[in-house]
């Protein structure tokens, strides 16, 4: 008898329980599980270890759904909160894995950028699309939201680094204006002093409380860049 294979994911790193810095969870504690591969290549990714095929190929362990959710009880079994992160956790066929994890009791997020859906998505408690602005060079097809927007949870957030992305971020807002959206403080990681990003921070305040298009839109830093700068696995 043959054995039956075992399907495995390429995990960058699993770590937690940490505060989410970022998006709708922030300020939640959760664990995080990153997983290798991206269909965009962002001019300013924080996480290209997890993106460049080799750099994934050198960073990530193949690990089993099993593996997965044992590891993630090990780490602390009593923290809710499990967010699937990336890359982009949508290359991947996780349905195994989402069914585990609720049938282990934990609440899942993802984020995503909203170019490939995939049916998992409708057993998550919280999906978080974020499409991507001129400043990334990457072209978003905004059409595509479209399927999103009856997920669990679902909540648009856009990162903003200058006046041509907040423009995006405006025509993501009016198009799907029923969708929690969220501005965030774009983050360079050459520069991630604290000054700067509060500096960023302060003018993505006041450019949208100026602007009416936007006077619903959830303004937000990234917390932990603020804390610890551009460190891994916080």
């Known amino acids: 008898m043959t054995a039956t294979s075992v399907k495995t994911f390429p995990i960058i790193e699993i770590f937690g329980p940490v505060i989410q810095g970022e998006g709708a969870m922030i300020g939640h504690q959760t664990h995080f599980v990153r997983l290798g591969g991206c ?8 996480t290209l270890y997890a993106v460049l095929p080799e750099e994934v190929r050198a960073n990530s362990v193949s690990m089993s759904a099993g593996e997965i959710v044992d590891r993630l009880r090990e780490l602390n079994p009593g923290t809710p909160w499990v967010t699937l992160s990336g890359g982009n956790p949508a290359l991947h066929q996780l349905d195994e894995l989402i069914d585990m994890m609720n049938d282990a009791g934990f609440s899942i997020a993802v984020e995503t950028q909203g170019t490939l859906y995939k049916s998992w998505l409708e057993r998550c408690d919280l999906v978080t699309v974020s499409p991507k602005p001129p ?3 990457m072209t978003q097809n905004l059409d595509q939201l479209a399927r999103f927007t009856g997920l669990p949870g679902v909540n648009f957030k856009v990162v903003v680094f200058d006046d041509e992305d907040l423009a995006f971020a405006r025509l993501v807002h009016e198009a799907y ?10 983050n360079d990681l050459e520069n991630d002093n604290r000054d700067t990003l509060l500096q960023r921070l302060d003018w993505l305040s006041t450019a949208a409380l100026k602007d009416s298009s936007l006077s619903r839109a959830i303004v937000l830093p990234q917390l932990h860049v603020l804390m610890y700068g551009n460190k891994r696995g916080v």
């Open 177 to 186: 204006p029923e969708i929690p959206f969220y501005l965030q403080v774009g």
């Open 135 to 137: 400043s990334s060079t």
């Open 39 to 46: 269909d965009f290549r962002c001019a300013w990714c924080d």
